[in-house]
């Protein structure tokens, strides 16, 4: 794969996570865990859709979202302080709480895999 | 303070000038009385004058705030709500919109030395002159001029339909990601057929 993903992988090694795994990031990627302000279902899957090799949509505003594989979307994972940013306000708002290292880390592999 | 904004705006219009500006707000061609409506693509104001106003973009703006909606000209709004917004983007209607702090501090100079007060164009005017002092409005769309506006374009919307909501502005002004609302490039599209 891409080195940019492998060195986000790296980071978060550092940071205590162990082996990553595709299968338990694709489970979170699509877990409705959280709800938006008006009470309506929030995961991953709400704003990129179930397949990461296509667009999303933003569901209020409608924006388009670039595909988040890497496969398709060469952008993907390069920018460490993009990849935080994201993480960050999506983990609190799906989660209620920031995402482990271990969570992302899967999600990432996840996402690289497809 | 004052004089630390306008400095920085000046820099700032200069430099983003010389790189990118968007084209005419728009408003020129604005008016009851459709004086100077003119077709084509002159756009005057009462005075007569064709006024494209350069309107000063920043890239972090553009790309922080244009990742999930249309990156909204500042000048729409008074510099009170931008200080309001960018004080709470964590509960930003509803969704975590938090900035890293050197982004949130980018955004938060340039949308108060380019937000309704600061703003030439008389678009903006008209908005801000429209807000009572004691609203601080975080909506576009509850702002009194631009309801007014668009009282007769409120009967388009339709979460079903081309038209979802007033806050979709790029969904009949065609160059709202220029920042140009010209009355008379306003194209409202017509519903899907129902089945």
């Not at chain 1, 986000?8 to 338990?24: D, I, S, V």
């Not at chain 2, 707000?25 to 009462?46: I, L």
């Amino acid at each position: 794969m891409a080195a940019p993903l492998d060195e986000q992988l790296a980071t978060y090694r550092a940071q205590g996570a162990g082996a990553f795994e595709a299968k338990a990031g694709e489970k979170l990627w699509r877990s409705s865990l959280g709800k938006d302000a008006e009470g309506n279902d929030r995961s991953c899957v709400t704003c990129h859709t179930g397949d990461p090799k296509q667009a999303g949509k933003h569901p209020k505003t409608g924006k388009a979202i670039e595909p988040m594989a890497q496969s398709v979307n060469v952008q993907r994972f390069t920018d460490p302080a993009k990849v935080e940013k994201w993480f960050g306000r999506n983990c609190r708002q799906v989660l209620g709480r920031e995402c482990t290292p271990q969570e992302k880390g899967n999600i990432l592999t996840y996402l690289g895999s497809q | 303070m004052k004089s630390t904004g306008f400095f920085a705006t000046v820099l700032l219009s200069a430099a983003l000038l010389a790189t990118s500006w968007a084209g005419a707000d728009g408003d020129a061609g604005k008016g009851k009385g459709k004086e100077g409506k003119g077709k084509g693509e002159q756009r005057r104001d009462s005075g007569g004058q064709a006024a494209p106003l350069p309107i000063p973009l920043d890239p972090v703006y553009q790309k922080e705030c244009g990742s999930c909606h249309l990156a909204f000209p500042v000048r729409m709004l008074p510099r009170r709500s931008w200080e309001k917004m960018l004080g709470e983007l964590g509960h930003h209607f509803g969704e975590d919109a938090t900035l890293p702090e050197g982004e949130l501090q980018q955004v938060r100079t340039y949308a108060l030395a380019n937000a309704g007060e600061s703003s030439p164009s008389r678009l903006a005017q008209r908005l801000s002159a429209s807000v009572p002092p004691e609203a601080t409005p975080l909506r576009l769309s509850e702002v009194p001029y631009f309801v007014r506006e668009h009282r007769g374009a409120a009967k388009h919307v339709n979460p079903a339909g081309p038209v979802k909501s007033l806050s979709d502005c790029q969904a009949c002004h065609p160059r709202a990601d220029a920042g140009s609302f010209a009355e008379d490039a306003v194209r409202i599209p017509k519903a899907a057929p129902a089945n």
